[in-house]
């Protein structure tokens, strides 16, 4: 069966500082994986999603950025946070050969900047 | 402009006490509609996908149907383990391409099931 990982599950960062979160899959091959924001209140916003290593697509501009270095591991970054950084991001998953796309969530990392 | 929009916000139930969410979307062509449930500080654990008006899934105390302009979970005579925000998502074929599966998910419903 396949699992999805997410680290780490709980971050408190300053204004400016770096951001690492990672996500890693596993029990599937080539999935299509993606990085959602949660903001209390409202409807997850999808940030970035990607079909294959190396292949990233955003939908939103902002200060984040990811990378997918490894066929099922998908990194969310920034180079200097925002306190509108702040809120819950969620990696989720999904396979190729299903259409539409059920999409299966990480149990998500809390991040807050001050 | 609102792709889906769920009812209500948030539901208070007694226990055994059966009711309906709402989940009503305005794409155009729907490719599915899914329905997630998520606990507090958790991800969304995946329920259902319906795919076409008048198709109907059930799970446990759940039950999910969809016609052309929205969708039901039904949850009948609920325990307190039932209460979870419940989110609703659409995928809708005139953004499917090759590259690209954008989700639309609603802002939620959080049921509370009192004992």
């Known amino acids: 069966s396949q699992t999805i990982h997410q680290w780490p599950a709980t971050l408190v960062q300053p204004v400016g500082s770096p951001l690492s979160l990672e996500c890693t899959v596993e029990g599937t091959s080539n999935p299509n994986l993606y990085w959602y924001r949660q903001a209390a209140g409202r409807g997850l916003q999808l940030l970035f999603y990607?079909?294959?290593?190396?292949?990233i697509s955003s939908e939103v501009p902002q200060n984040l950025s990811a990378s997918r270095p490894q066929d099922r591991q998908f990194i969310l970054s920034s180079k200097k946070l925002l306190l509108s950084d702040s809120g819950f991001y969620l990696c989720?998953?999904?396979?190729?050969?299903?259409?539409?796309?059920?999409?299966?969530f990480g149990p998500g990392t809390r991040l807050t900047v001050t | 402009e609102d792709q889906v929009t769920q009812s209500p916000e948030a539901l208070r139930l007694q226990e055994g006490e059966s009711s309906s969410l709402n989940c009503s979307y305005t794409?155009?062509?729907?490719?599915?509609l899914f329905w997630y449930r998520q606990d507090p500080g958790k991800g969304p654990e995946f329920l259902f996908t319906?795919?076409?008006a008048g198709e109907e899934k059930e799970k446990e105390r759940l039950k999910a149907t969809l016609t052309k302009k929205e969708s039901f979970l039904h949850i009948t005579a609920p325990k307190p383990e039932d209460s979870a925000t419940y989110l609703c998502?659409?995928?809708?074929?005139?953004?499917?391409?090759?590259?690209?599966?954008?989700?639309?998910f609603g802002t939620g419903t959080s049921l509370t099931v009192i004992p």
């Open positions: 990607s079909v294959g290593i190396g292949q």
């Open positions: 319906l795919y076409s």
């Open positions: 794409v155009s062509g729907l490719r599915g």
């Open positions: 989720a998953w999904s396979l190729k050969q299903i259409k539409p796309y059920e999409q299966y």
């Open positions: 998502a659409v995928q809708a074929k005139e953004n499917y391409t090759i590259t690209g599966n954008q989700f639309y």
